[in-house]
């Protein structure tokens, strides 16, 4: 079918005697001569305008089609008369491809709440807010590859199914491949379970390749329900050999500045729609990432910082103990008012692969904290030396043989390396100003929620 996207008919440089759209009808008016048909094709937020002459063959063929009916129009561009709109079709020929009873399609012309059009997941790409919202995580997605192949990083896939534990955390979803009841051996032969992070695996790759990339799905199976987080996102890892904490910070804050900045130039109308409808200042607020150096403090700074706030936190902040969100929004959008990054955080509330400090009490890890979210990046240097890994790892009560792949890495050519691990729907989340992320994923999954 020759078919010409919406986007790319709005943008032409002059009329044209016959095009051909196809989409789904969001509006229909009908007046005595003729009838007014918009149509959205997904491809940008702003609909096609249709006239359709009363007593054409076309106006016959359109019938009482209503919104959600899909269709493709055929006809003249030309300039509209109208304001709102620079060009609208003249329809010579309809075609209807899919009805939609008005009585029991969901999606009318009025405004869905967030809580219903989740229970219906399967049509919400067809409403303007969430059609922008999926366009963006397109377009973050592409920004996020630009920026790593600038920068001569490999873009590398790590297994779903492992059998290592990368956090430690034990909030995994198991994968076996028998039947309830059955107790035969299992497939591996060995536990398995889902991704919880690509880390262990980019690291033996950036130490192969130098710089690498993962960009996929991963997996936690902790039963928090919160707007912020689900049990399958996607999460951008990279790892850099030859680099430390200082590097690492720099790409973090260099990729996510790189993505307001991208968006910004390719999203401006579906921005502009969260900017008006769902958070105000949004624009303001991108633009700022765009162009401002993130804040950077020390963990110690940061509790320094709670503790003098006179806020009264749910829990308070203390030395030794993991910030909270409520402690990572202050910091971020109260004291710094901008994203933040905090480094250097006590060794026992991080993981065992962080590299340790010179101070016997601190790891140089590093989180982004941005506003409204919290935690959006979390990474560190590794620790590259193979006897210290070895005693953390002892010491964390765990058995340095179950580590033995990763240990060849410090014992064969190690380096100081460095990644973090950004959550790609907590990004989408910034960018959008979308305080659910369940939103920003077309079919979240959450506890309970597993319909779609
Ligand atoms: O801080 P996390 O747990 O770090 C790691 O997994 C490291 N192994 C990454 C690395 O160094 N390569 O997770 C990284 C990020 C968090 O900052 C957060 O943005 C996101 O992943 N994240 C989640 N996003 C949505 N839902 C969840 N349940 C998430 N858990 C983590
Ligand atoms: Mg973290």
Not at 221 to 228: D, F, I, K, L, M
Request: proline residues 5%.
């Amino acid at each position: 079918m020759q078919r010409t996207l919406i986007i790319d008919a709005l943008g032409a440089q002059e009329p044209c005697p016959r095009i051909t759209l196809c989409g789904w009808i969001r509006t229909r008016r009908d007046a005595r001569d003729f009838s007014f048909v918009e149509i959205n094709d997904g491809s940008c937020l702003t609909n096609m305008q249709c006239i359709v002459d009363a007593g054409t063959p076309a106006h016959g063929a359109l019938g009482d089609c209503g919104t959600g009916a899909a269709i493709a129009v055929a006809g003249e561009l030309v300039a509209s008369p109208g304001k709102g709109q620079q060009w609208e079709v003249r329809a010579a020929e309809i075609t209807v491809f899919g009805l939609a009873d008005p009585e029991t399609f969901p999606l009318q012309k009025k405004r869905h709440s967030d809580e219903f059009l989740r229970t219906i997941a399967h049509l919400r790409p067809r409403t303007n807010k969430y059609g922008a919202a999926f366009r963006i995580r397109s377009e973050a997605g592409a920004a996020i590859h630009e920026f790593f192949r600038g920068r001569r990083f490999a873009w590398v896939h790590t297994p779903v199914l492992t059998g290592a534990d990368c956090e430690g955390a034990g909030e995994m979803f198991h994968v076996t491949s028998l039947k309830p009841g059955v107790t035969n051996t299992d497939f591996f032969d060995r536990p398995c379970h889902l991704t919880v992070s690509g880390q262990l695996e980019a690291e033996a790759l950036a130490l192969g390749l130098g710089r690498v990339y993962t960009f996929g799905p991963t997996f936690r199976a902790e039963n928090s329900n919160t707007p912020r987080h689900a049990a399958e996102f996607w999460m951008v890892e990279p790892e850099m050999a030859f680099a430390d904490l200082e590097d690492l910070m720099e790409l973090g804050e260099s990729l996510t500045r790189h993505v307001a900045e991208h968006v910004l130039a390719r999203c401006e109308a579906d921005l502009k729609l969260f900017d008006s409808f769902v958070d105000k200042g949004l624009l303001e607020r991108l633009k700022n990432i765009a162009a401002t150096p993130f804040a950077r403090i020390s963990y110690t700074e940061a509790i320094d910082i709670l503790q003098k706030s006179g806020r009264a936190f749910t829990f308070p902040a203390v030395f030794g103990t993991d910030l909270q969100t409520e402690h990572e929004r202050h910091l971020a959008e109260e004291h710094c008012k901008k994203p933040v990054i905090v480094y250097d955080y006590p060794k026992e509330i991080k993981a065992f692969y962080m590299r340790q400090n010179d101070d016997g009490k601190t790891v140089a890890a590093m989180d982004i904290l941005v506003p409204r979210i919290g935690e959006l990046v979390g990474g560190s240097q590794r620790e590259e030396r193979l006897s210290v890994l070895e005693s953390r790892i002892r010491e964390l009560g765990q058995r340095a043989e179950d580590y033995w792949w990763y240990l060849d890495l410090r014992r064969f050519g190690s380096v100081p390396h460095a990644g973090f691990g950004l959550g790609f729907e907590r990004l989408l989340m910034l960018l959008t100003g979308i305080t659910n992320i369940r939103d920003v994923i077309p079919f979240p999954r959450t506890p309970g929620t597993l319909e779609f």
